[in-house]
């Protein structure tokens, strides 16, 4: 094994060369508080508003309108908790899908405990939200609705501007977790009736550590963190600035190339797709066909262990993942695979590939290769 490929940007990217250069001084000679109000305080303070400029440009919102945060998590909490405690006198519903990442679920999962309603609508079999459902159960309490723009595994992209021209109707306020999407698939708040947004750096060439969250002008939230005033007084705690010019960058980055990236990923995706297709029977491809993230393959192999799979990929230097998450022990089915309707056997069965700018044809051909012949030994094995 000499080289490691790494088919697993969705999990996370690495920082891009030109992301670096830009971050490395504000670990050094740049290191003011932004808050500070001496000279390299007041830098520090006109990089990071620069940085908010780069990221409110990328999806068509204003620079006052952009919080940062500490990572896509962080983001997803404090919109939908934010909006929740800041909206109680007018309701206490939200609806959310059962598809959404764990930071929206369990967020989710946390309001129920403190007396909000919560409905989870359901995907069709390539994971896309039933939007008729989702109108039927606005209700006059309903304050939310948060719908990620594409998932996480199946890398489905959901039908956002209709999602947003229902919430627009119905007056209610419409977050989305685009923490895939950034970087993946072009995107206008404006044009798609978005209320807030949430994204982190690690998943498009940035640093981890840090996130954002889109809030749009006058939408009423709470912050959830106490502590000092920054961040408008909406998100306490001084600012990670070598992070924030790190986001900044990489956004700028990421929606500059965006259709050459999308071209390359996509041509690299449907290579691999098709081959599986002609040299592994028994297979069947997750999510949507096309409506996907150009990325994204995501293909459950009959009769194969997912974590067993990925164990002997990882001898080979490759670097991927299963759709299921192993949890003391026991492997429980993903959620995102059983609500597309898979049973528990297929769910564990299944790969999540996700390629990146550094992929080559030379590296897809060389997961094939080595998927053919380890899915070949277990199936004779088992
Ligand atoms: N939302 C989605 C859809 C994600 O894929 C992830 C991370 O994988 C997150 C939220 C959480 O982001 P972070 O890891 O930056 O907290």
Redesign the pocket.
């Known amino acids: 094994m000499d080289k490691i490929r790494y088919f697993d940007h969705?999990?996370t990217t690495y920082t891009k060369e030109d992301v670096i250069k830009e971050m490395l001084p504000y670990f050094s000679i740049e290191y003011g508080n932004p808050s500070s109000i001496y000279s390299i305080g007041r830098k520090a303070r006109r990089d990071v508003e620069n940085a908010r400029t780069r990221v409110a440009k990328a999806i068509n919102a204003n620079s006052k309108e952009i919080y940062f945060t500490s990572?896509?998590?962080?983001s997803?909490n404090l919109a939908i908790k934010g909006v929740a405690l800041a909206n109680k006198d007018k309701g206490n519903h939200i609806i959310t899908s059962k598809i959404e990442?764990p930071?929206v679920l369990n967020t989710c999962k946390c309001l129920e405990e403190q007396g909000f309603e919560v409905t989870y609508i359901n995907v069709d079999k390539d994971g896309i939200v039933n939007i008729k459902e989702l109108e039927e159960n606005i209700k006059p309490h309903t304050i939310l609705i948060s719908i990620?723009f594409a998932n996480?595994e199946i890398g489905t992209i959901q039908p956002i501007e209709e999602i947003g021209k229902i919430a627009k109707k119905h007056n209610v306020l419409f977050h989305t977790?685009a923490?895939?999407a950034i970087g993946n698939v072009a995107i206008d708040v404006k044009k798609l009736n978005i209320d807030l947004l949430?994204m982190?750096g690690?998943?498009f060439y940035g640093p981890k550590g840090v996130?954002a969250l889109y809030v749009k002008e006058n939408v009423p939230f709470k912050k959830i963190q106490d502590g000092g005033h920054q961040e408008k007084n909406k998100r306490a705690g001084t600012e990670n600035t070598a992070g924030i010019i790190g986001i900044g960058k990489a956004i700028e980055l990421a929606t500059k190339n965006l259709d050459n990236y999308n071209n390359k990923l996509l041509e690299l995706r449907e290579y691999y797709i098709e081959k599986i297709k002609e040299k592994i029977p028994n297979i069947k491809i997750n999510g949507h066909r096309n409506t996907r993230l150009s990325g994204n393959a995501n293909i459950a192999f009959e009769g194969i262990n997912g974590e067993e799979l990925l164990i002997y990929l990882d001898t080979k230097g490759i670097c991927a993942s299963t759709g299921s998450a192993c949890s003391s022990g026991s492997t429980e089915p993903s959620h995102v695979l059983t609500a597309i309707g898979l049973n528990s056997e297929m769910a564990n069965s299944s790969l999540r590939v996700t390629f990146g700018e550094e992929n080559t044809k030379e590296d897809v051909d060389y997961l094939i290769d080595n998927l053919v012949e380890i899915i070949n030994k277990l199936r004779n094995k088992n």
């Open positions: 969705a999990a990572c896509g998590s962080e997803d990442h930071a990620m996480n977790d923490v895939q949430s982190s690690h998943k996130g």
